[in-house]
């Protein structure tokens, strides 16, 4: 065989999982598509989230190294962080809504694309088969092993090997090829764009920062988030401002994201501000895949997720896939089996009522700019303790809101029926938003 394990795609999922099994003295085909697997080219926030017990792990940063206590393993990180205590969103009016974390951080923003390329710079040295500019067509089982297809200049060609790991992002052409996503429900599909600025003047704490309201856009979401990206300078602040849009809608996000930015209600932000580098990316919704190893075939990090498994998510996926593979060639361990019961523990949106409760995220902008108006100014510079956390956001909003409930139903009793109501809608019909 050519090697004992082909990992196809050179994010963080397809690194981590190469980094540990060559630690593990295994042999490693690293597929990526990209000329350079560490260049930064879709938008992310880059978050590494530190609640508590999210993704049934611990992280904390320290010494240069990104430290995950219950996976048990550390990766090397020589970036900047930008802190954050947590999140903003805003009315069409700009009234805030605040969800921090207390006395503690909610998040960090690290640079992605030193982190991949400090773990790339790693993995080259140790000896993995490195195919930049190659595209991985299919994974598929052969006795003993496994054939992936892949195509560079000099065409078609197989490879095989005892193991394959499927890491090619969120909407995973490869799965798509192997049919499983046949077995998966389609919520929506979306595109984002995103500016990176430098310049920008907000004019509050550092945080996550979204935009609700029909004022900002009829359709998608605008949010930002700071970085300090070592190829703009680490010292120089940088916003990732980006539009996000369901597909099939009548709106051209680049038009949208500029007037967001030179027409909208916060373009004083952005009056001295320069847009650095354009990014965008097509996404597709999925809900998770069940079993995502499957004999010897694991399909790693976002490619198997609803929306994604943030970046720390995507590292633990693939460390832990290499552990097991490590174990199966040492004959310590029967099969990948036990990788869909971490899958299932560690991801929420793998839960019951998860991916739901996430959806109703996009519950919010259903309600009129009118009555977000009238919500986010109950209180004033309305705040409430919680963490970044898409899955439970949205509970953490409209519990916000709860506590004023008697007021809104004696005052505004459609508002109040309309947050009784999101309790329960079905989640394709909020995501499609």
């Not at 050519?2 to 003295?25: F, K, V, Y």
């Not at 832990?320 to 019961?341: D, F, I, M, Q, T």
């Not at 009129?368 to 986010?376: A, K, P, S, V």
Request: contains cysteine; glycine residues 8%; charged residues 25%.
């Amino acid at each position: 065989m050519d090697s004992d394990i082909i990992i196809i795609g050179g994010g963080p999922a397809g690194l981590m999982a190469a980094r540990t099994a060559l630690d593990e003295g295994l042999r490693v085909i690293l597929i990526e598509k990209k000329k350079n697997a560490a260049h930064y080219v879709k938008p992310c926030c880059s978050m590494l989230l530190l609640e508590p017990g999210y993704h049934d792990e611990f992280i904390t940063t320290e010494d240069k190294k990104i430290e995950f206590k219950n996976t048990a393993f550390s990766v090397d990180y020589t970036g900047e962080y930008v802190d954050l205590p947590g999140s903003i969103r805003f009315s069409p009016e700009g009234h805030p809504f605040r969800i921090f974390a207390g006395n503690g951080l909610a998040a960090k923003v690290i640079d992605k694309e030193t982190l991949l390329k400090g773990i790339l710079k790693e993995v080259s040295s140790k000896g993995a088969d490195i195919r930049h500019s190659t595209v991985a067509i299919i994974a598929e089982e052969i006795k003993g092993g496994v054939r992936v297809k892949v195509k560079d200049k000099s065409g078609e060609k197989d490879l095989t090997a005892k193991f394959a790991f499927v890491a090619d992002g969120v909407t995973s052409n490869v799965v798509n090829r192997m049919g499983l996503n046949k077995e998966r429900k389609l919520f929506t599909k979306g595109l984002a764009l995103s500016y990176l600025m430098e310049g920008v003047n907000f004019p509050y704490e550092d945080a996550f920062a979204a935009f609700i309201g029909k004022r900002y856009t009829p359709a998608g979401q605008f949010y930002m988030v700071p970085k300090r990206m070592e190829k703009f300078g680490r010292d120089n602040k940088v916003w990732e401002v980006t539009f996000g849009v369901p597909t099939g809608m009548d709106i051209n996000p680049k038009e949208r994201l500029n007037a967001f930015i030179k027409e909208g209600p916060v373009k004083d932000w952005f009056g001295d501000a320069k847009i650095l580098e354009e990014i965008g990316c097509a996404m597709s919704f999925y809900s998770p895949l069940q079993h995502p190893a499957d004999g010897n075939i694991v399909i790693l990090g976002d490619a198997a997720s609803f929306q994604e498994v943030e970046n720390q998510g995507a590292l633990m996926c693939g460390h832990y896939a290499s552990k097991l593979a490590a174990s199966c060639l040492a004959g310590n361990e029967p099969n990948l089996e036990r990788y869909n019961e971490f899958w299932q523990r560690c991801f929420e949106f793998n839960h019951p009522g998860v991916i739901e409760a996430t959806a109703r995220t996009y519950a919010i902008h259903t309600f009129t700019d009118e009555q977000l108006d009238y919500l986010f100014s109950l209180e004033h510079d309305f705040t409430v303790p919680g963490y970044i956390n898409h899955c439970t956001c949205a509970d953490v909003m409209f519990n916000g809101f709860a506590q004023h409930y008697n007021r809104i139903k004696q005052e505004r009793p459609e508002i109040a029926a309309g947050i009784d109501r999101f309790k329960g809608a079905a989640a394709d019909s909020l995501l499609h938003t």
